[in-house]
């Protein structure tokens, strides 16, 4: 029997929380239920978790807050907002955060578990066997797609789930055209306009983190995709 994954919910109203729990637990989940972010840092601290479901209006410590606390501490950790903010600025601020998705109160259950299915599955990172290592030379930079680390000049970079895949995915079609849909597909699994905003964001976070190498560009194509432009 497969062991079930574990899922971080934060979720400060009592009604939704227990019965989003009652649920996920039902569905094969492992389901730990924090009342607040301060209860949920306490948790990750304790638990290893496969994803964290947040939401984002919370008293002591708001859903943004606790994803920037995650970023900072547990970066490998994926999560997704569960929000009844439904402004597109909020959308938008929730994925540069690098949260893998985005959901609108009131939720529908079913469908909860299909992403939360989906998520798990296009992020379940392959074994490592010791016969490849996941390790690139990309100029100045050692990339390091299993631990999710840029090394450049001695300083470790850590990368959040989203933007190691995203990287990986322009490494692996270095000099090559990847076009918007293709790479929203593979990494965000659905291509909208949100998706695609949040893809912006990311490659200028991207940018932003090889601007040491002045010879590494992620060049836009207009209306087509990105390119990553190094030689190793």
């Not at 306490?42 to 920037?68: I, N, R, S």
């Not at 606390?69 to 929730?94: H, M, Y």
Request: net charge neutral.
């Amino acid at each position: 029997m497969a062991e079930k994954k574990r899922i971080l919910l934060v979720e400060d109203d009592d009604a939704v929380g227990y019965l989003l729990t009652e649920y996920l637990n039902m569905k094969g989940f492992d389901v730990s239920w924090a009342k607040h972010g301060k209860d949920a840092l306490v948790k990750l601290d304790q638990t290893k978790y496969e994803l964290a479901v947040l939401d984002v209006m919370m008293p002591e410590m708001d859903g943004f807050t606790l994803a920037e606390r995650i970023n900072e501490n547990f970066s490998e950790l994926p999560f997704i907002f569960l929000t009844a903010k439904s402004l597109k600025v909020d959308v938008l601020k929730g994925f540069y955060l690098g949260a893998v998705d985005y959901l609108k109160k009131p939720i529908d259950e079913e469908e909860l578990v299909i992403r939360i299915e989906n998520l798990l599955s296009r992020l379940e990172k392959p074994v490592n066997t010791g016969k490849a290592v996941e390790v690139f030379t990309i100029g100045k930079y050692e990339f390091n797609s299993l631990n999710q680390e840029l090394m450049v000049e001695g300083q470790k970079i850590k990368l959040t789930v989203k933007e190691s895949e995203l990287l990986k995915y322009l490494v692996d079609k270095r000099n090559q055209l990847c076009p918007h849909k293709d790479i929203l597909i593979k990494i965000w699994g659905k291509n909208d306009y949100f998706n695609k905003k949040s893809l912006n964001v990311f490659i200028t976070r991207l940018r932003k983190f090889l601007e040491r190498d002045g010879n590494i560009k992620i060049e836009n194509v207009h209306s087509k995709g990105y390119i990553l432009r190094y030689e190793p």
